[in-house]
T-cell receptor, first 114, second 116 residues
Framework: NAGVMQNPRHLVRRRGQEARLRCSPMKGHSHVYWYRQLPEEGLKFMVYLQKENIIDESGMPKERFSAEFPKEGPSILRIQQVVRGDSAAYFC????????????FGPGTRLTVT | DAKTTQPNSMESNEEEPVHLPCNHSTISGTDYIHWYRQLPSQGPEYVIHGLTSNVNNRMASLAIAEDRKSSTLILHRATLRDAAVYYCILRDRSNAGGTSYGKLTFGQGTILTVHP
C-alpha cells in the first residue's frame, strides 16, 4: 500500500507566479490535511478536506490560498501570486476517518519563491 | 486543544534508553496524548498515543502519569535513525468527527540528538 504521495517534491516559482501542490492520499483515505512549515518554525495546520468538501480552513491565509479535494484525483493546494514569505515546506496528511488516531504524512513539497 | 510543554533538546547515546518528557497540566478528561516525530527533511510520523494507561508498540512506550498532567515517551534503545524532532500533542476526543478535530496542533517539540 503506497504511502501519501506529494508532487512536486521541490518547486521554484518567481514572485507573482502561481504554485500548485498536489497530494494523493493513501488508498482508502478520504480525509486530507495540509500543513505548512516555515523555515525555523513549527508545523502549522492549514486546511482539512474531505472528498469535495472543505471541513476546516481555519489555518488558511484568507487571500491567495485555496485548496480542493475533488471526487477524482489528488488534493490540490493552490497559491496565487506567490511572495517570498510563502517559501516553506508544505506537508499533506491523510486518514481513513475523521476521528482516526493517526494521520499519515507525505514527504512534503518544498516551495522556494525567488 | 490543551497546551503541552517539552524541553527544547535532549541528547542520548546510541543503544541507550531515552526518556522524552511532556507536561500537559491543563489536560482534560477527553484529551488523548499523541506523539509524532519528524526526521530531518521528512514529513512527521506517528509514534504512539494513549489516554490513561501506559502503552507499548513496536516503536516506543508511552508512560502516563496517574494524574495525567505529564507523560514520557520512552525509546528503549536509541539508534541513529531515532534522531528527530519529537512532538507531544493533545487531541480532544469529545470533538471527534467535529470540524476542528482533524487538525494536529504542533508545538516546538524536542530535538533529539543521538550520539554514536
Amino acid at each position: 500500500n503506497a504511502g501519501v504521495m506529494q508532487n512536486p517534491r521541490h518547486l521554484v516559482r518567481r514572485r507573482g507566479q502561481e504554485a500548485r501542490l498536489r497530494c494523493s492520499p493513501m488508498k482508502g483515505h478520504s480525509h486530507v490535511y495540509w500543513y505548512r512549515q516555515l523555515p525555523e518554525e513549527g508545523l502549522k495546520f492549514m486546511v482539512y478536506l474531505q472528498k469535495e468538501n472543505i471541513i476546516d480552513e481555519s489555518g488558511m491565509p484568507k487571500e491567495r490560498f485555496s485548496a480542493e479535494f475533488p471526487k477524482e484525483g489528488p488534493s490540490i493546494l493552490r497559491i496565487q501570486q506567490v511572495v517570498r514569505g510563502d517559501s516553506a515546506a508544505y506537508f499533506c496528511a491523510s486518514s481513513p476517518l475523521p476521528g482516526a488516531y493517526e494521520q499519515y504524512f507525505g514527504p512534503g513539497t518544498r516551495l522556494t519563491v525567488t | 486543544d490543551a497546551k503541552t510543554t517539552q524541553p527544547n533538546s535532549m541528547e542520548s547515546n546510541e543503544e541507550e534508553p531515552v526518556h522524552l518528557p511532556c507536561n500537559h497540566s491543563t489536560i482534560s478528561g477527553t484529551d488523548y496524548i499523541h506523539w509524532y516525530r519528524q526526521l530531518p527533511s521528512q514529513g512527521p510520523e506517528y509514534v504512539i498515543h494513549g489516554l490513561t494507561s501506559n502503552v507499548n508498540n513496536r516503536m516506543a512506550s508511552l508512560a502516563i502519569a496517574e494524574d495525567r498532567k505529564s507523560s514520557t515517551l520512552i525509546l528503549h534503545r536509541a539508534t541513529l535513525r531515532d534522531a528527530a524532532v519529537y512532538y507531544c500533542i493533545l487531541r480532544d476526543r469529545s470533538n471527534a468527527g467535529g470540524t476542528s478535530y482533524g487538525k494536529l496542533t504542533f508545538g516546538q517539540g524536542t530535538i533529539l540528538t543521538v550520539h554514536p
